[in-house]
């Protein structure tokens, strides 16, 4: 059987995947081809990329499998949510509502521009409900034939949180937990008073967090220990004309987009991820006793909070874990593929993901006819892990471009920007060299799975940096750069089985340093997509402050 899954709400991160026979192929986001960061268009590009790098003719597709159910579903809700005062009744809100719901209808939800552009297809169309697709994203890759499922976004079609015991390759649903009493809308807001964008720079918010003190009270906003937690959405939200009328009396003005953070504004950050922290602890707490199965996987956009996660994991409660790495809603274009097979009774494949380098590739011919497009001066290597280890080791900030684009938020060795974690300064180096972001935000560590535990107290199984864990105290002054000031990390474990390339880049570089470990961060700008093609990539590092870059077999340097 060959199914497509798609992501395409109109709200953010449209994507694609091909299943073939239970075998996830290809995933690739929107946004890395059309380089509009989160873009929420119909995914033309993504589908297309599915379609060419696996050799799939569109007519030749059985399923085509939507991660969102009939716009009617979540209209009747929205109006539900106005008539009942659950939500402020604004021109605006009521103009965007109705206008979603009209664009989508028009669009079948997808089905027609996919008509239009790919066919005619024999191919069944399905409109999966949003959070069976985020289940399935996580409970199908996670290996555990026994699962909790917990999913936590800000708003899926209706629901906000939901809860399903995944068994035997089938899915229960135990509890939904109904929008607008969401973790994603009570982080999202509080995002936005911080002056960052809702869906988009929640990270900054978590990275801030360690730097504030406790002391602001969150609980008239959430009941983060109640089961399950209770957020007031009417003080979250506002009154409609003021955004942020039920914050401001409470907390103070919001702060204005780029301008200085203060005391405040950090100690604010540190209680909505206390809060969070609570709230999800708390989910999955119940979940666990609703289902009494401690391995665990979460999807959804709440579970990018690596440092929820790290808690979740270093509390004791669960047995195994599982995050979806494309927690957010890229990643139901996984769901949504396999949701073909439960029909008639069936199972869904499970099958633990340890990669995520389901993208596009572009070979070494590919990329010298680019460098030489581009009058680029580069050089051949015989062995580009050896190269770049000595480069990294003498200090340099590399660019590293090789095999398969990382599908999910994370680059994992192959659109990397790399750096040696040992220099304390190398944090703000990148910062101010590459990457032009906020000075609090830490970068991450790739580590050798086998040096991990050396290294960190927990999470040394951790392939996607979902997870946070605690750099063992004597080893913060080895990898300043990559342990953030609470002493954590959002480590990534490299097999070498499972990119060779990269792990022996990384034992490499442990054998000119003694510290077999290197700082992996996205190769991309501040607010681009990561890089896709070898275009994107030359182009990043001639835009930047990179020394260096190896891609495929070839140094291109300044
Ligand atoms: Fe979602």
Redesign the pocket.
């Known amino acids: 059987m060959l199914t497509l899954g798609i992501n395409y709400s109109q709200l953010h991160d449209s994507s694609a995947c091909v299943v073939r026979d239970g075998e996830l192929l290809f995933a690739v986001a929107e946004e890395r081809i059309s380089r509009l960061k989160h873009d929420a268009r119909f995914p033309s590009n993504a589908i297309r990329a599915c379609l060419d790098f696996t050799g799939i003719r569109a007519d030749q597709l059985d399923e085509v499998c939507f991660g969102w159910p009939t716009p009617g579903y979540e209209y009747r809700h929205d109006l539900k949510l106005f008539a009942t005062g659950q939500r402020p009744i604004t021109y605006l809100d009521v103009l965007n509502s109705t206008r979603h719901f009209l664009s989508m209808w028009h669009q079948k939800v997808g089905a027609n521009p996919f008509q239009q552009q790919f066919g005619p297809v024999r191919a069944r169309m399905r409109f999966v409900q ?1 959070h069976v697709a ?1 289940a399935l994203s996580a409970y199908a890759y996670s290996g555990f034939d026994d699962a909790t499922v917990v999913i936590m ?1 800000g708003h ?1 079609a209706t629901e906000a949180t939901s809860i399903w015991h995944g068994h035997g390759g089938r899915l229960d649903h135990i509890l939904t937990i109904q929008y607008p009493d969401s973790l994603g809308l009570f982080y999202g807001e509080f995002t936005e008073f911080l002056g960052f964008h809702r869906n988009s720079d929640e990270w900054k918010v978590m990275g801030l967090a360690p730097y504030g003190q406790p002391g602001i009270d969150l609980r008239p906003f959430i009941d983060a220990e109640a089961k399950p937690y209770r957020v007031d959405t009417r003080r979250v939200i506002g009154n409609g004309s003021d955004p942020f009328s039920g914050m401001t009396p409470l907390l103070g003005a919001p702060r204005a987009a780029e301008s200085e953070i203060d005391d405040r504004h950090k100690n604010i950050a540190f209680a909505v991820q206390d809060m969070c922290e609570s709230a999800m602890m708390s989910v999955v707490r119940m979940a666990i006793e609703k289902t009494r199965c401690r391995n665990v996987c979460l999807a ?2 709440v579970a990018l909070n690596s440092k929820a996660n790290g808690k979740i994991l270093a509390s004791g409660l669960v047995d195994k874990f599982f995050v979806q790495p494309a927690a ?2 890229d990643g ?1 274009a996984l769901g949504a593929a396999l949701v073909p097979y439960l029909d008639n009774n069936g199972k869904v494949p499970i099958k633990a993901m340890r990669h995520g380098y389901w993208g596009p590739s572009f070979d070494d011919s590919a990329i010298e006819n680019n460098l030489r497009t581009y009058k680029v001066r580069h050089t051949r290597l015989t062995d580009p892990a050896a190269t770049a280890a000595e480069l990294l080791a003498q200090g340099k900030i590399l660019g590293w471009y090789q095999g398969r684009m990382e599908f999910g938020p994370r680059a994992l060795g192959n659109r990397s920007i790399l750096a040696d974690p040992r220099d304390p300064e190398m944090n703000a180096k990148v910062n101010n060299a590459v990457k032009f972001r906020e000075w609090w935000r830490p970068f991450a560590p790739s580590f050798k799975k086998e040096a991990a535990r050396d290294y960190l107290e927990s999470a040394t199984d951790s392939p996607f940096m979902i997870v946070t864990a605690q750099v063992r105290p004597e080893k913060r002054s080895v990898i300043p750069s990559v342990t953030h000031v609470d002493g954590s990390a959002r480590p990534q474990t490299v097999e070498k089985e499972v990119n060779p390339l990269y792990w022996r880049l990384i034992d490499e570089f442990g054998k000119h340093t003694g510290v077999p470990v290197i700082m992996n961060t996205s190769f991309n700008l501040r607010g681009e997509a990561i890089v896709n093609t070898p275009t994107d990539a030359i182009r990043t590092f001639f835009s930047s402050g990179m020394d260096a870059l190896v891609l495929g077999s070839f140094l291109v340097e300044k």
Do not use: E, N, P
């Open positions: 949003h985020h976004d899926g959804g956009g957010s809603d139901v």
